[in-house]
């Protein structure tokens, strides 16, 4: 279940999306399994890794065992090994996803995508756990395929809720075929969270030799004296990271017609720079594995930068190590216009490339483009390291709010846009970190309280609207905490926030909580904002929706009738809330037998929500469901068919086969099976649409219980909540 009425951010045009976004609604909108390939580099050799390209090239050959795990410390090369086998991959022609386990969310928003694109059949999806159904389609996938997992440094996720990974019934399970390979990279070197099944090689430090030539590699040159260069690499500690930063740094201090003196270009002049005293070495007991040596090459690095480049260098490092340990979408979030008006008057996106492309020749970022858009990414180490020896400065987390607030996303679109998802995936992360940093440092003004909390609440809606209603609610509880702490009860940022978690728990079935919630928040807006207030009326309806759900249909035709009239002299006849609005109405004529007027409501409503925001939107896919329920209520059940199979197909393939607005019209589908008496096919499908819901929905969730009691009049969807 859903919602029909959000208001998008500010700024957002809705009106008519036919001719901007339909086409972009069209396309799958999932996490990109694309490889990132930018961050090989063709002109450098993998040095030091022949053997386990060899076995890994021999099983993606089709030979020994199938899966495959690449561990070791952050650093030691595991992508670089990784980004290899793809690109031989890829040349031999085998089709190749990348996926990213960071947390669960990722994980699974990945894995989703995946199932999309091997493209999982009705009939396969008639059994129950979405790892089941991808590996039943990745066994009938005939032509060679290899799947490669990056960041997978909690095995427990690749079980997917399974029980150990070793049992092989999650995500990542014992392959006998011939025509797939999984490759995974993790930090884990515990051999009791793989199954045996699956091949460990350990990416260790490079022997002497191997590192030297990883140094020159990167330094271009080789007239330095082959003892100063075996003396470096080891107090580097042979970490592939620390030497591609160290090679960096030397090729840069060659590169001028003016040597500096204070600038050493040689082996042995950057290794007195480090016995000197120039770099600070930590104590290893105190920072993750291999990041010492890191900090040797890394303040060389930072040293080199302060010489040569304009300040705006060192304030993107500083500033992007602040924000969240994802991928930052530089035109989204770090762009000239939002830094000019937020703190860095005067900077221009041609300064801007010049900083990263500095960065980026000294090895402390990676440039990534992925789908078309571009991000800046920090290796783990060199993220540690720059977020320790460059710390915030006075106004960085004002700066950093407010850039995240001013992002095209989070001003440009609203989540219940499908087209938008991607884009919210990728600011999300940094949306949810201002409140984190926030929340440990109080004390902050009022404004950049309100940015942050504004831009976290629409990321958490975003989730929502994905249906990770579980960490929505968590993200959200924590907002609330937030804006309760800095900006008091009645704020609007602090209500949006209990509004949304108010939505989350009608989402979940929670009707008394939520009407709770709604109630509260509706009496604060109404004092506050006043009657007309386009957020008082949102609180209005949504008291109604729940009423609607609890069966006061007296108390909600009269709520629904009141909005209704408000919406049209407020935002217009057209606006989508005030369709919403409608379309709730006709639900209401519908739950309560007027079956004929509630199919005409929706056809007058469909036209509308078609012609202003494309036929699939959210909105006019809820439309179009409840539309089909009317039919099938009314026993017209070949029109109904065909209403719910346009629906499933664009829901699936935009959505994903477990987001709940999904599994309810996969299980409306198997009721009218069972009308046209396909019994055992009705049936069978109702138990896996009945474990689906239980496990993403809960076992007490109204939709679940509907499906398990097999109910024919099942209830109306509300539309995107």
């Known amino acids: 279940m859903v919602e029909q009425s959000h208001s998008p951010p500010d700024g957002v045009v809705t009106a008519d999306r036919s001719e901007r976004a339909v086409a972009a609604d069209r396309k799958a909108t999932a996490a990109s399994l694309t490889p990132p390939m930018g961050r090989r580099n063709p002109h450098l050799p993998i040095r030091g890794r022949d053997l386990v390209l060899k076995e890994l090239s021999g099983a993606l050959a089709g030979s020994g065992p199938r899966v495959h795990v690449l561990h070791g410390l952050s650093g030691s090369g595991k992508s670089a090994i990784a980004l290899e086998l793809v690109q031989r991959a890829l040349a031999a022609g085998v089709t190749t996803w990348w996926a990213k386990a960071d947390d669960e969310p990722s994980l699974v928003e990945h894995m989703r995508a995946l199932l999309r694109r091997v493209g999982v059949s009705d009939v396969e999806m008639l059994s129950g756990h979405p790892a089941d159904h991808l590996w039943l389609a990745l066994a009938n996938v005939t032509t060679r395929w290899l799947l490669v997992i990056d960041n997978a440094d909690d095995p427990a996720l690749l079980a997917a809720g399974t029980g150990p990974l070793a049992d092989g019934r999650g995500w990542v399970r014992p392959y006998q075929g011939s025509n797939g390979m999984v490759l995974i990279m993790s930090r884990s070197s515990d051999p009791s969270g793989w199954g045996h099944w699956c091949v460990r090689h350990k990416v260790d430090m490079l022997d002497e030799a191997d590192a030297v030539a990883v140094l020159r590699d990167h330094v271009g040159v080789d007239d330095d004296d082959p003892q100063d260069a075996r003396r470096l690499v080891d107090r580097l500690g042979r970490l592939p990271l620390a030497l591609r930063l160290a090679g960096a740094y030397l090729s840069q201090a060659r590169d001028t017609a003016w040597p500096d003196p204070a600038v050493p270009s040689t082996f042995r002049g950057y290794l007195d720079a480090v016995d000197a005293g120039r770099v600070a070495l930590r104590d290893p007991d105190l920072v993750r594995p291999g990041q010492q040596f890191v900090d040797r090459a890394w303040d060389m690095s930072l040293d080199l930068l302060r010489r040569r480049e304009p300040p705006l260098t060192i304030t993107l490092l500083r500033l992007a190590a602040h924000l969240a340990p994802a991928p930052i979408p530089c035109p989204d979030v770090l762009n000239a216009t939002s830094l000019n008006l937020t703190g860095l008057p005067g900077t221009t ?9 500095a960065l980026r020749d000294l090895g402390l970022i990676d440039l990534l483009s992925s789908d078309g858009r571009a991000s800046l990414a920090l290796h783990p180490l060199v993220r540690d390291a720059a977020e320790r020896e460059l710390p915030a400065e006075p106004g960085d987390l004002a700066l950093l709010t407010a850039l995240v607030r001013r992002s095209a996303t989070v001003t440009g679109v609203t989540p219940d846009d499908i087209s938008s998802w991607p884009a919210w995936q990728s600011v999300t992360p940094h949306a949810l970190h201002m409140i984190t940093m926030l ?7 009022a404004q950049v309280v309100e940015d942050a909390c504004y831009a976290a609440n629409f990321a958490a809606r975003s989730m929502h609207a994905r249906g990770l209603y579980l960490a929505a609610d968590a993200e959200l509880q924590r907002i609330q905490r937030l804006a309760t702490r800095d900006l008091g009860e009645r704020n609007g940022e602090t209500l949006r926030a209990l509004h949304y978690q108010a939505v989350v728990h009608h989402a979940r079935g929670r009707y008394r909580e939520a009407l709770d919630a709604y109630e509260k928040v509706y009496a604060a807006r109404h004092e506050v904002f006043g009657p007309d ?29 009141a909005v209704l009239a ?29 079956l004929a007027a509630a199919e005409a409501d929706y056809r007058a409503i469909l036209d509308a929500q078609q012609r202003t925001m494309g036929p699939d939107y959210r909105h006019t896919l809820a439309t179009r469901h409840n539309l089909a329920l009317c039919l099938h209520a009314q026993n017209r059940l070949a029109e109904a068919q065909a209403e719910y199979d346009e629906v499933y197909h664009v829901e699936r393939r935009l959505l994903g086969d477990e987001h709940p607005d999904t599994l309810a019209i996969r299980a409306n589908l198997a009721v009218l099976a069972e009308a046209r008496g396909h019994v055992a096919q009705a049936r069978q499908e109702r138990d896996s649409v009945f474990e689906a819901q239980c496990r993403v929905l809960g076992v007490d969730h109204p939709e679940s219980r509907a499906t398990r009691q097999g109910l024919v009049h099942r209830g109306t969807r509300p539309g995107p909540l």
């Open 533 to 561: 207030d386009v957020e008082t009326i949102r609180s209005r309806h949504y008291r109604a929706l729940v009423w609607h759900e609890l069966g006061r249909h007296a108390e909600a035709q009269a709520e629904y009738e």
């Open 439 to 445: 929340l440990r440092n109080p004390g902050q003004p």
């Open 566 to 594: 408000d919406r049209i002299r407020v935002r217009g006849p057209d606006d989508r809330h005030t369709l919403a609005t409608r379309h709730n109405l006709a639900r209401l004529k519908q739950d309560t037998g007027r």
């Open 349 to 357: 996106n041609q300064q801007l490339g010049r900083a990263a492309a």
